[in-house]
């Protein structure tokens, strides 16, 4: 496939799509973590917020986790989680329409 790899010139320092049994689809980067690793764990967290989203009136469709140095943007579509590293300060906006544009591709093809 390697769709993923529109998202490299954009900063992105890893990104994974996986199914929400965590296994790795597609990847793309060369930082950390590692792509099995970052699946794994966004797959877990979209698990786990399933019926915190349903309180909320809705299913989970996108989340952002961030540390002092990095963030993850996630975009859940379907039975999928496609996740970026981006470093503090990054172009965000641009990374977040590039994943949301991928998503939609991928809904379609998977």
Known sequence: MRMLETLVPLGVRQAVLAGLDGLVIESAGKENPEPELLAAELAAIVRASRTLAKSLGGELKRFTLATEEREVLVVVF??????????????????????LRLAQRLAQAL
């Open 78 to 99: 379907g039975d999928y989680c496609l996740g970026a590293v981006v470093d503090k300060g990054g172009n965000r906006k641009g990374i977040g329409s590039e994943l």
